[in-house]
């Protein structure tokens, strides 16, 4: 008999495939590679798909370095805030690179991954990931302190207190991929066909053989608590910015306020929206398609369009990347 908690996450959470597996009558094989899902066979559409990927990789690649740059060589833009937004551009620079490289190689070779290199991909897909989750985190309070303690700003956000901030997000999510792909390779894997373009947790759950209720568990737990939260700390500080933001009278005031939350709420908005599509939609808007499109926006369209975000929405940054592209 399935437990009730297993019905309930494979009813609630259909990315995870919570079903009991016996390996009883099934040999175990050694998967020593694993075949991801192409785009197409069709010679002509492999050849778009390359050059759509190749097009949005080099977009993504330059937007986030031209970025960093522009925040390296600024002296005007040495403070914490933009030190915050050149970690995100590097974060986002290596979450497009764990996927999509890899993609565009199997649209012309054969669609095979080794298994050291699924390891690595699921590592690097989760360490991206919880990195930018965390950084927005990061972020939203370096906004708050901003806003409503302008006058102790340079105290509370002094250089020690910011490189321990930015140290925590990659720390952190290093360790909880390391965890999370440790758990996921541990298991015994009955077929070598992974229904997505790259190797995801989700999916690697599916083909296994082994019980994967407690992968599941984990998962959920892990993700709800995270997600809470950095959900809980965002919204919160965006609650007294708000309150602090409508005490004030002068109308320049307010807007250069919010013209700095703007960015920032439009690339949580954008990373949030996608993330939950891609993971917490009802089942019946399950299949083989939607799921690989969720996956593509939610690993391919924050780092291709946070930089664009900030450069457009941020005058600080649009004047001098400006200068800096005029030199």
Same mark, same amino acid.
């Given at each position: 008999?399935?437990?009730?908690?297993?019905?309930?996450?494979?009813?609630?959470?259909?990315?995870?495939?919570?079903?009991?597996?016996?390996?009883?009558?099934?040999?175990?094989?050694?998967?020593?590679?694993?075949?991801?899902?192409?785009?197409?066979?069709?010679?002509?559409? #492999?050849?778009?798909?390359?050059?759509?990927?190749? =097009? /949005?990789?080099? &977009? @993504?690649?330059?937007?986030?370095?031209?970025?960093? !740059?522009?925040?390296?060589?600024?002296?005007?833009?040495?403070?914490?805030?933009?030190?915050?937004?050149?970690?995100?551009?590097?974060?986002?620079?290596?979450?497009?690179?764990?996927?999509?490289?890899?993609?565009?190689?199997?649209s012309w070779t054969n669609k095979l991954i080794s298994f050291?290199?699924?390891?690595?991909?699921?590592?690097?897909?989760?360490?991206?990931?919880?990195?930018?989750?965390?950084?927005?985190?990061?972020?939203?309070?370096?906004?708050?302190?901003?806003?409503?303690?302008?006058?102790?700003?340079?105290?509370?956000?002094?250089?020690?207190?910011?490189? #321990?901030?930015?140290?925590?997000?990659?720390?952190? =999510? /290093?360790?909880? &991929? @390391?965890?999370?792909?440790?758990?996921?390779?541990? !298991?015994?894997?009955?077929?070598?066909?992974?229904?997505?373009?790259?190797?995801?947790?989700?999916?690697?759950?599916?083909?296994?053989?082994?019980?994967?209720?407690?992968?599941?568990?984990?998962?959920?737990?892990?993700?709800?608590?995270?997600?809470?939260?950095?959900?809980?700390?965002?919204?919160?500080?965006?609650?007294?910015?708000?309150?602090?933001?409508?005490?004030?009278?002068?109308?320049?005031?307010?807007?250069?306020?919010?013209?700095?939350?703007?960015?920032?709420?439009?690339?949580?908005?954008?990373?949030?929206?996608?993330?939950?599509?891609?993971?917490?939609?009802?089942?019946?808007?399950?299949?083989?398609?939607?799921?690989?499109?969720? &996956?593509?926006?939610?690993?391919?369209?924050?780092?291709? !369009?946070?930089?664009?975000?900030?450069?457009?929405?941020?005058?600080?940054?649009?004047?001098?990347?400006?200068?800096?592209?005029?030199?």
């Amino acid at each position: 008999m399935v437990p009730p908690l297993v019905l309930f996450l494979n009813d609630m959470f259909p990315f995870v495939s919570t079903r009991v597996r016996l390996t009883e009558g099934r040999g175990n094989q050694t998967v020593t590679a694993f075949f991801l899902l192409g785009f197409s066979d069709l010679p002509e559409l #492999q050849i778009l798909h390359f050059v759509t990927f190749l =097009s /949005i990789y080099s &977009a @993504a690649l330059v937007g986030n370095f031209l970025l960093m !740059l522009t925040v390296v060589q600024n002296q005007s833009l040495h403070n914490p805030m933009y030190f915050f937004l050149a970690n995100l551009s590097l974060s986002d620079a290596c979450y497009i690179s764990a996927t999509v490289p890899k993609s565009m190689a199997i649209s012309w070779t054969n669609k095979l991954i080794s298994f050291p290199g699924c390891v690595a991909q699921v590592f690097l897909v989760l360490t991206g990931a919880g990195v930018e989750l965390t950084f927005l985190t990061v972020m939203a309070y370096d906004r708050y302190v901003a806003i409503c303690h302008p006058l102790q700003y340079t105290v509370l956000m002094n250089w020690n207190t910011c490189i #321990q901030m930015a140290a925590a997000p990659w720390i952190s =999510s /290093i360790i909880y &991929a @390391a965890v999370n792909t440790a758990n996921t390779f541990r !298991l015994n894997f009955c077929s070598s066909k992974i229904e997505q373009y790259f190797c995801d947790i989700p999916q690697l759950l599916t083909i296994s053989c082994t019980d994967t209720t407690a992968n599941a568990v984990v998962l959920v737990v892990e993700g709800a608590v995270i997600c809470s939260f950095c959900l809980f700390g965002i919204l919160t500080s965006y609650g007294f910015i708000l309150q602090n933001v409508l005490k004030i009278k002068s109308a320049k005031a307010k807007s250069k306020a919010f013209s700095t939350c703007i960015p920032h709420l439009t690339v949580l908005s954008l990373f949030v929206s996608t993330g939950l599509f891609s993971y917490m939609r009802p089942k019946s808007m399950s299949s083989v398609p939607v799921d690989v499109t969720a &996956a593509v926006l939610y690993t391919i369209l924050p780092p291709l !369009l946070n930089p664009i975000i900030y450069s457009l929405k941020n005058k600080e940054i649009h004047v001098a990347m400006q200068k800096m592209l005029k030199k």
